[in-house]
């Protein structure tokens, strides 16, 4: 008994073409999977933040010390003064306020 190179040929495309089809259908599952993780996990954690927010922090942490706060509300200030300004030339000016 011999097969034809036809049928062989008719039964492999019909099953490549089974296969493409099971593995779009797994990933669209799959992905669909992945995107209702991560709604929850989103949601887990604005529910784990909101939790911190309303009960004051995390026991435990000490406060901030007044002299590194004032060192960085220092260094904030500097951050926010004016660049200097440059010319067209791309030398500096000199500030004129």
Not at 7 to 27: E, M, N, R, S
Request: aromatic share 6%; glycine share 10%; proline share 4%.
């Amino acid at each position: 008994m011999e097969i034809s190179l036809f049928a062989v040929l008719a039964v492999f495309v019909v099953l490549q073409g089974a296969t493409i089809l099971l593995t779009l259908f797994l990933a669209s599952r799959g992905t669909g999977l992945v995107l209702e993780l991560f709604q929850e996990l989103d949601e887990k954690l604005a529910g784990a933040i909101k939790g911190l927010v309303e009960s004051g922090g995390i026991a435990g942490i000490e406060p901030v010390n007044p002299l590194q706060q004032a060192i960085a509300q220092m260094l904030i200030g500097k951050m926010q003064q004016e660049l200097p300004q440059r010319a067209p030339n791309g030398q500096f000016q000199e500030n004129l306020e």
